[in-house]
């Protein structure tokens, strides 16, 4: 797996949450926009933050901490699907392409581990 796959994946996929923030602000969602905000552009930031990491147990931290804010988006995504601010459809959409950047992440640690 190509770590700049997983920069463009991760930001493609917070330019789909920005997205997602904007529309659901103009139906006067705030509480869950806020939160997905965060958590969804955060795994981004730190999958960019590990590529300057001060050695490999702060390399691999970064990543961990991706994977958790992938892991709370997933709940996030779930949770609008449920209150209906997210059809099925949308909601496969975003989770797949969620989950896809997890499952980048556990390969990425699980080798930055095998290699200590």
Same mark, same amino acid.
């Given at each position: 797996?190509?770590?700049?796959?997983?920069?463009?994946?991760?930001?493609?996929? /917070?330019?789909? &949450?920005?997205? #997602?923030?904007?529309? !659901? =602000? +103009?139906?006067? %969602?705030?509480?869950?926009?806020?939160?997905?905000?965060?958590?969804?552009?955060?795994?981004?930031?730190?999958?960019?933050?590990?590529?300057?990491?001060?050695?490999? /147990?702060?390399? &691999?931290?970064? #990543?961990?901490?991706? !994977? =958790? +804010?992938?892991? %709370?988006?997933?709940?996030?995504?779930?949770?609008?699907?449920?209150?209906?601010?997210?059809?099925?459809?949308?909601?496969?959409?975003?989770?797949?392409?969620?989950?896809?950047?997890?499952?980048?992440?556990?390969?990425?640690?699980?080798?930055?581990?095998?290699?200590?």
């Amino acid at each position: 797996m190509s770590e700049s796959k997983l920069r463009t994946q991760s930001m493609d996929f /917070a330019v789909s &949450i920005v997205n #997602l923030v904007k529309y !659901l =602000k +103009e139906n006067r %969602e705030s509480i869950i926009s806020n939160q997905i905000g965060r958590s969804g552009t955060s795994i981004g930031a730190n999958i960019r933050e590990a590529q300057y990491a001060h050695g490999k /147990a702060d390399f &691999i931290a970064k #990543l961990q901490i991706a !994977l =958790k +804010e992938a892991n %709370e988006t997933g709940y996030w995504l779930e949770l609008l699907c449920r209150t209906n601010y997210l059809n099925e459809a949308e909601y496969k959409s975003l989770d797949s392409a969620c989950a896809s950047i997890r499952v980048m992440l556990i390969a990425s640690i699980n080798t930055a581990k095998e290699r200590s």
